[in-house]
């Protein structure tokens, strides 16, 4: 892929890009937000999990 030609793929797909709408955007938000709470939440239970199969171990 040469230059020119990249240069005119890239001018092809900023033609089709359009910028979302309010819709999109908060619907977007909503779901990246529910995303980082869920593994969150099973990031925390896995830790109280290891930590009572553990017992804290190495805590003095």
Known sequence: ???G???NESRR???L???PSRKELWMSTRVSLL???LVGMV???IQIIMTLITG???VY
């Open 56 to 58: 804290n171990w190495g």
């Open 35 to 37: 995303a980082m709470v």
């Open 43 to 45: 990031s925390f239970i």
């Open 5 to 7: 030609e990249f240069i």
């Open 1 to 3: 892929m040469g230059v």
């Open 17 to 19: 890009a359009t910028k």
């Open 13 to 15: 797909i900023l033609k």
